[in-house]
């Protein structure tokens, strides 16, 4: 496993989570890096994305100003601070490194993904 996801959880409707994404075995200093969702019955969706060095970010339209994508460079972890959560950011998040240094949605641009985090936001 190189892409460990962490920090989901049970939370009501306006709360925050935070989310981590750990790297083993290797860094992924020089990919850009994104965070993705699964809510139950759909398919996986792009949520937030970053190029290599944090400079660029990305987001669906449905968590702008809500969620956060960072790069912890000293401890190798990609994080995704959540905030005024609702009923519907509900899913499994999963992290994601992609064969690029640029920011990208595309899931097909992703070659290592973690094991995903469920997140369950009660109303």
């Known amino acids: 496993v190189q892409l460990q996801a962490s920090g989901g959880g049970l939370v009501q409707a306006g709360g925050s989570l935070r989310l981590s994404c750990a790297a083993s075995?290797?860094?992924?200093?020089?990919?850009?890096m994104g965070w993705f969702r699964r809510a139950p019955g759909k398919e996986r969706e792009f949520v937030a994305a970053m190029n290599w060095n944090g400079g660029r970010t990305i987001y669906t339209d449905s968590v702008r100003d809500r969620f956060t994508i960072s790069r912890d460079s000293t401890k190798n972890t990609v994080d995704l601070q959540m905030n005024d959560l609702k009923a519907n950011d509900t899913a499994v998040y999963y992290c994601?490194?992609?064969?690029?240094?640029?920011?990208?949605?595309?899931?097909?641009?992703?070659?290592?993904w973690g094991q995903g985090t469920q997140v369950t936001v009660s109303s």
């Open positions: 994601a490194a992609s064969t690029t240094i640029a920011v990208v949605t595309s899931q097909g641009s992703y070659d290592y």
């Open positions: 075995k290797r860094t992924f200093s020089n990919n850009g």
